[in-house]
């Protein structure tokens, strides 16, 4: 009997010695619906801690850059719980290297890891054990490049002076003009409202309907459009629905962003988070509307997948699977979380030419409605492109 105590005992204290807390912090549902979803699919499958499970969610401010201060305070107040192991940010918004930088000065064992960061690479990576970020590097050539394998002969990048003194987005820019010169394509450099101007998003998205049919008037039907600001989406893929031209994918992209308000597509319930459900769904409205091998993106959000695959390796890594450096094990997080699509990926190379090999730039394959995969993933893409600023 005695026997029988003392190993129960034994098994009690063992579970208890790996019994840990994950902080998952995201947006709401009108600042980042796929982060926070992306959230609670992590807390639904490990388990909410004030029932027993592993996973405290919180989620920033909606005017989290006017409430900076609040924002930070409630990232570094996860520290403040013993059972603390790892921090997640699914969108590292403005604030999140403060945050990290106090929680580390007060809890150094606790993980750090960024998604989508919002601030300076060099930054992010000075101060987070791991950080993602879509690769605009390598995007620079894949879209250009996806766009011509669909039969565009043009490509026209819109954007605004804001966005484009984002370094990696000015980068992605000269790449992609770079790379149309080099597959012998029109490259249109257009300017478009931003969205945070006094014109708004309702102004900005007028303008992106006014001005499509007029591109493509002067252009033809023989052009690809990218634009860099999501609010610039929905209405552009109306157009090119309706007008013509095509559509690779956006800046962020996801079947979610702009198709749902371009096509008047509803999704219920059961559907939220189910991405080959949502994909099958927009597939059907893109098609309906002729836009069947014109109009693409990736199959699952963004946002979504990799706060999942972020949480799946978190746990790997503080249960002694893998290590949080192991880039094979986070793009196996990636792969698992996203059935059928392809990921590749890169580690962040500095403006001192240093790989930093805790901030990981992915990508997705690319998805042409109507079409299925391109296996964007899979070309090598020229150095050359890698090394323009």
């Keep these: 009997m005695k026997k029988i105590i003392v190993g129960f005992l034994v098994c009690v204290l063992s579970s208890l010695s790996f019994a840990y807390h994950i902080g998952v912090v995201s947006g709401t549902v009108s600042q980042s619906e ?24 919180i989620t920033y401010p909606d005017n989290f850059m006017q409430e900076m201060e609040t924002t930070i305070s ?21 604030g999140t290297v403060e945050a990290f930088r ?27 054990d791991l950080a ?24 026209m990048h819109i954007s605004f002076p804001r966005h484009l003194s984002y370094e990696l987005i000015s980068r992605r820019r000269n790449i992609m003009e770079a790379v149309a010169k080099d597959l012998g394509m029109e490259f249109i450099d257009t300017s478009a409202p931003d ?11 007028q303008y992106i309907l006014e001005q499509v049919p007029n591109w493509i008037k002067k252009y033809g039907k023989d052009i690809a459009f990218f634009t860099t600001n999501d609010a610039h989406t929905e209405p552009l893929l109306k157009r090119v629905s309706e007008e013509g031209g095509y559509f690779v994918e956006a800046d962020m992209p996801s079947p ?25 769904k927009v597939e059907k409205a893109v098609v309906e509307k002729g836009g069947a091998g014109r109009m693409g993106t990736w199959s699952y959000s963004y946002n979504f997948s990799t706060a999942t695959a972020l949480g799946d390796h978190v746990v790997n890594v503080l249960e002694g699977k893998c290590d949080i450096l192991d880039f094979d094990g986070v793009m196996s997080a ?13 580690y962040l190379v500095d403006a001192d030419g240093v ?35």
Excluded: C
């Excluded at 409630?74 to 403005?94: C, G, H, N, R, Y």
């Excluded at 929680?103 to 101060?127: C, F, G, Q, S």
């Excluded at 879509?134 to 490509?155: C, E, L, N, S, W």
């Excluded at 969205?195 to 998205?205: K, M």
């Design 355 to 389: 790989e930093r090999d805790n901030y990981i730039l992915i990508y997705q394959d690319t998805y042409v409605f109507g079409k299925g995969y391109l296996h964007m993933t899979d070309l090598e893409v020229p150095k050359k492109y890698l090394d323009i600023q």
């Design 132 to 155: 993602l970020y879509p690769d605009d590097i390598i995007r620079g050539y894949t879209v250009v490049k996806a766009a011509q394998m669909m039969g565009a002969k043009k490509f």
């Design 195 to 205: 969205p945070v101007s006094d014109v708004g998003v309702a102004g900005a998205q």
């Design 334 to 346: 990636l792969q698992n979380s996203t059935s059928g699509a392809g990921w590749n990926g890169n």
């Design 74 to 94: 409630q990232i570094v107040s996860l520290a403040d719980d013993p059972e603390m192991k790892a921090v997640i940010m699914t969108e590292a918004i403005p």
């Design 34 to 57: 796929d982060s926070l979803r992306g959230a609670e699919a992590i807390m639904e499958k490990y388990g909410p801690a004030d029932k027993g499970g592993k996973v405290v969610h």
């Design 102 to 128: 106090r929680i580390r000065a007060k809890r150094p064992d606790i993980l750090l890891v960024a998604n989508t960061a919002h601030e300076d690479p060099d930054m992010v990576a000075d101060v987070a």
């Design 256 to 280: 979610t962003i702009g198709y749902p308000g371009a096509l008047g597509i509803k999704f219920d319930d059961s559907e939220k988070g189910n991405w080959p459900a949502i994909l099958k």
